[in-house]
Every structure is written in C-alpha cells, then in structure tokens.
C-alpha cells in the first residue's frame, strides 16, 4: 500500500502508530452510534483494532493531524471489496469523508481484478448515505436483519450499495489522489 494524497487529505497505510488515534475515534459514542450500542473502551478497540493492523486501511490526515480512516476490504479473489470509513465528529460535513474515500476508490479500481465496491450503513444514517451517494454508488437493497442488541432505526434495515468499476471509471470523477 502507498501513501495517497487529495487536495486537502494524506492518506497513510494504517500501522501501529495509528492504533492510539482508532482507539480515541471508537472512543466516541456520536461517532459509533450507528454501528454499535455504545462507544467501545481504549482497552476495547485496542483489542479489536490491533489484529487488523497492518490492513488494508489508510488513516486520513489533514496536516499532521489525523481525522478519520479509510478501508477497502477485498474479497478472497480480489473482484468485490467493501468500502468503509469514519471520521471524528470534529471534520464531519466538510467533505472529508468524500474525499478521502474518492482517493480509495481510484487506488482499489486501479487494480484490473476489482470489479464492484460495496458499502453498507443503516438506512436512518442520512450522513453516510449521503458521502456514498456523492460518490455515485447506487442503493440496491435494504435488509433488515436481527441484532441481539438492536440500535435506534434498526427495525428500518440496512441499505446496501455499490459501484462498478465501470460505472466508477465512467464518471467524471474529480482528481481524487496522486501516488506518493
């Protein structure tokens, strides 16, 4: 993985050094209020976060200040990936997180073997429904599935969305990131 840079964003490869800022963004129940009951401990994302680290991840930063991070997590053959991201509170609406994931999406559809890239959220997510629409991914469903501990608007399911990488090559994307 590389280094890749927007306008306003660097995206570094995710590593170590980076498990303290995940810990403090897993750390804040605004930021996780669609994904889970409540914000997860320092000890608890530490936990979850170190064994994906190194992946295929890149946290965002604006100057040396990180702001969010940036995933896309591929199938065993390489074909589909599943787009994620998240950001703190502070840098939200200022279209971080439409910047950052264009910049993941080039760098995935770079690669010939990626053919459609997936990203989910809660359908009463407006905000993140709204970067994937921005990014001109298309809501194919919705399913409603069961939780042992349900969050506020799951009985409304969860919407999928996608784009191909012919779609995503079609469109007339804004320079999104150059290599590092």
């Known amino acids: 993985m590389r280094t890749l840079r927007t306008r306003r964003l660097r995206l570094d490869p995710i590593g170590p050094e980076h498990l303290p800022f995940l810990a403090d963004l897993d750390g804040d129940a605004a930021v996780l209020r669609h994904l889970q009951p409540r914000a997860r401990t320092r000890e608890e994302a530490l936990a979850h976060w170190s064994p994906r680290v190194p992946g295929p991840m890149w946290v965002g930063h604006l100057g040396e200040r990180p702001v969010g991070w940036w995933a896309l997590w591929p199938d065993e053959g390489g074909e589909t990936a599943e787009l994620g991201y998240r950001l703190a509170r502070r840098w939200w609406?200022?279209?971080?997180?439409?910047?950052?994931?264009?910049?993941?999406?080039?760098?995935?559809?770079?690669?010939?073997?990626?053919?459609?890239?997936?990203?989910?959220?809660?359908?009463?997510?407006?905000?993140?429904?709204?970067?994937?629409?921005?990014?001109?991914?298309?809501?194919?469903?919705?399913?409603?599935?069961?939780?042992?501990?349900?969050?506020?608007?799951?009985?409304?399911?969860?919407?999928?969305?996608?784009?191909?990488?012919?779609?995503?090559?079609?469109?007339?994307?804004?320079?999104?990131s150059t290599p590092s």
């Open 93 to 176: 609406r200022q279209g971080l997180a439409v910047e950052g994931a264009r910049a993941v999406l080039d760098d995935g559809f770079a690669d010939t073997r990626l053919q459609v890239v997936r990203a989910e959220t809660m359908v009463v997510n407006a905000g993140s429904r709204g970067v994937m629409r921005r990014l001109g991914m298309r809501e194919v469903r919705i399913e409603v599935r069961e939780w042992e501990e349900p969050l506020p608007g799951a009985d409304l399911g969860e919407v999928i969305t996608e784009i191909t990488r012919a779609q995503w090559l079609a469109a007339d994307q804004p320079e999104a």
